[in-house]
């Protein structure tokens, strides 16, 4: 079993080689990082178009300023700071909804098992949350980052992250207790 501080070490010895110029290190953190970035930014568009950009444009912009990293936190975390912000650059410049509900049921009805209908249910339900709320319970519920992590990637205190998730988790229970009524 791997040790989460062996994990770190290895993150920041990678990102150091990759500052003196391994292009091998940095394929080593694009491999890893790769899926699990993918996976959260789909999250926030049905377009996987938009979703390969943001993703692409992570990976170049980490690249090019990879002397601007500080070392503080993972290079995941720097990564996926800098994809939302991609994404948040996108949707000022045009500005547009953040969603299209019947967009997204047909999007996950092509890339996921539908059989159980909470699934379903669920996402257009984070899809009615704005981006902090919908970012905060995906990278903690999901991705298993701690809140001092999604602070970190968010520009929020730990204590606002708490809070955030706290209080979707309670209006996703809210949802679930009127569908159950309902039903």
Known sequence: MVKKKDNVKEDHQLVLRVKNGDQ?????????????LYRFMKQFSPDKDQVDDWVQRAFIKSYENIGKFDGISLY????????????RTDYRKINRILYDIE?????????EDL???????????????????????ILFEVEGYS???????????EVNSRA?????????????????KVK
């Open 24 to 36: 091998k290190a940095f394929k080593v953190l694009f491999e890893q990082n790769i899926v699990p």
């Open 76 to 87: 995941r975390t720097w990564l996926f700071k800098i994809a939302l912000n991609e994404m």
């Open 103 to 111: 967009e997204a049921e047909d999007y996950y009805t092509e890339i």
């Open 115 to 137: 059989n159980f209908e909470w699934q379903l249910v669920m996402k257009n339900w984070l899809f009615e949350l704005d981006e902090i709320k919908r970012s905060v319970f």
């Open 147 to 157: 809140h001092s992590e999604i602070a970190s990637m968010l520009n929020i205190s």
């Open 164 to 180: 955030i998730l706290t209080r979707t988790k309670n209006f996703l229970r809210e949802k679930w207790r009127i569908t159950e």
